[in-house]
């Protein structure tokens, strides 16, 4: 069995108060035929969205980055999403603010 991650990203610590590390998996497992052209190959930027869809952090990061630190103190305790982009692909992951 080889082993199958269900998102591209890792998003630690989950939850969290004052800072986050977003790391992409790509050196974990090669992408299937479906997802090949679908994955997040490195992070151009984050956007934390509060639970109604509203955009609460924007950060841009230039060159080819496999993990960042985005620092949130400023979010108030309760469920946000991030979302990862590369600029062509994105993916969203949720996380809890402590």
């Known amino acids: ?3 199958k991650a269900i998102s591209d990203v890792l998003l630690y610590p989950n939850p969290a108060a004052e800072n986050i590390i977003v790391s992409l998996k790509n050196n974990i497992r090669e992408p299937s035929a479906e997802t090949k052209n679908s994955r ?45 982009s590369d600029g062509i692909n994105k993916v969203k992951e949720p996380l809890s603010v402590k």
């Open 1 to 3: 069995n080889t082993f």
């Open 40 to 84: 997040v190959k490195f992070i151009a930027s984050v956007i934390v969205y509060d639970k109604f869809g509203t955009i609460r952090k924007v950060q841009r990061f230039g060159g080819l980055q496999q993990f960042v630190t985005l620092n949130i103190s400023g979010l108030q305790p309760g469920v946000y999403f991030i979302e990862i």
